[in-house]
T-cell receptor, first 112, second 116 residues
Framework: NAGVTQTPKFRVLKTGQSMTLLCAQD?????MYWYRQDPGMGLRLIHY???????AKGEVPDGYNVSRLKKQNFLLGLESAAPSQTSVYFC???????????FGDGTRLSIL | AQKITQTQPGMFVQEKEAVTLDCTYD???????LFWYKQPSSGEMIFLIY??????QNATEGRYSLNFQKARKSANLVISASQLGDSAMYFC?????????????FGKGTHLIIQP
């Protein structure tokens, strides 16, 4: 059972570079999320999607863009990476309103 | 705005003892959901238990139970008969609401260490 798969698992970027994190889920979930986790903090919501073709801002959306062109994929983009975006990024998905979110294993991103 | 507070940054507990991890929340929405997640040192997020605001009974899942006190706005996680494998970070989270918002708001977590 693949569940939620994040690609890549690790990445080092230089300030100003761009990159895209990929999240893929095989559970046919409508709802998908991107979070970031910084040391000593809980997860904070960056962007989310309630269905194919729709996206919305979370708590900390600045500096990130997202796209949901296919139901199973949710992409997180950094157009011009900054050191403040060094973090562990988690993708999650869920089905019904009371159902828990299923998380990927995370992407550890370092911006130098 | 919603807020989750976990007041115990770290806890040391002897193996086989029961553990209570505190969580208080703040929301003005009468309908809400509360979740607990476990994050071991390997980093993945593992769902443990869910409590809805209108649920009549406290949620239970195996060794995990939720002490839900609505009037006090608290949703403490109780782990019975702790095991060495319970050592991990534990996060309390609330479903976001208001204005069509979605996703979870997390607390800062409690680092639980089970000692043999």
């Amino acid at each position: 059972n693949a569940g939620v798969t994040q690609t890549p698992k690790f990445r080092v970027l230089k300030t100003g570079q761009s990159m895209t994190l990929l999240c893929a889920q095989d559970m046919n979930h409508e709802y998908m999320y991107w979070y970031r986790q910084d040391p000593g903090m809980g997860l904070r919501l960056i962007h989310y999607s309630v269905g194919e073709g729709t996206t919305a801002k979370g708590e900390v959306p600045d500096g990130y863009n997202v796209s949901r062109l296919k139901k199973q994929n949710f992409l997180l983009g950094l157009e011009s990476a900054a050191p403040s975006q060094t973090s562990v990024y988690f993708c999650a998905s869920r089905t019904g309103y009371t159902q828990p979110q299923h998380f990927g294993d995370g992407t550890r991103l370092s911006i130098l | 705005a919603q807020k989750i507070t976990q007041t115990q940054p770290g806890m040391f507990v002897q193996e086989k003892e029961a553990v209570t991890l505190d969580c208080t929340y703040d929301t003005s929405d009468p309908s809400y959901g509360l979740f607990w997640y476990k994050q071991p040192s390997s980093g993945e997020m593992i769902f443990l238990i869910y409590q809805g605001s209108y649920d009549q009974q406290n949620a239970t899942e195996g060794r995990y139970s939720l002490n839900f006190q609505k009037a006090r706005k608290s949703a403490n996680l109780v782990i019975s008969a702790s095991q060495l494998g319970d050592s991990a970070m534990y996060f309390c989270a609330m479903r976001r609401s208001g204005g069509g918002a979605d996703g979870l708001t997390f607390g800062k977590g409690t680092h639980l260490i089970i000692q043999p």
